[in-house]
């Protein structure tokens, strides 16, 4: 079974930043993508980044490109997602979770249960 831990949300300003992080545990993840979702109040949860196994393709949500930027480092079973010129519409719970490709993330057909997510809050 898939364990996965988000932190690093916090409340900040728009415009400022946020590197939220992932560690995951219970198994291998070889050749899985991993991707980040988010949640807002209200609203249903949705893809934001994902990132191929070895770390050569990314893909964004288009509400994210150009701000966010997702990464991984397989040795410590870790990903990260540096979050920039944040904004007020990106508050959200965020969560991160693994696929057997890039595309399953984006469809969000995951393969580990949710955690607990990190919230952030970007006010005006």
């Known amino acids: 079974q898939v364990q996965l831990v988000e932190s690093g949300g916090g409340s900040v300003q728009a415009a400022e930043s946020l590197r939220l992080s992932c560690a995951a545990s219970g198994r291998t993840f070889r050749n899985y993508a991993m991707g980040w979702f988010r949640q807002a109040p209200g609203k249903e949860r949705e893809f934001v980044a994902g990132?191929?196994?070895?770390?050569?393709?990314?893909v964004y949500a288009d509400s994210v490109k150009g701000r966010f930027t997702v990464s991984r480092d397989n040795a410590v079973n870790t990903w990260y997602l540096q979050m920039n010129s944040l904004k007020p519409e990106d508050t959200a719970v965020y969560y991160c979770?693994?696929?057997?490709?890039?595309?399953?993330?984006?469809?969000?057909?995951?393969?580990?249960?949710w955690g607990q997510g990190t919230q952030v809050t970007v006010s005006t």
């Open positions: 979770n693994v696929a057997p490709s890039l595309a399953g993330v984006e469809g969000m057909s995951v393969s580990g249960s």
């Open positions: 990132i191929s196994w070895g770390g050569g393709v990314t």
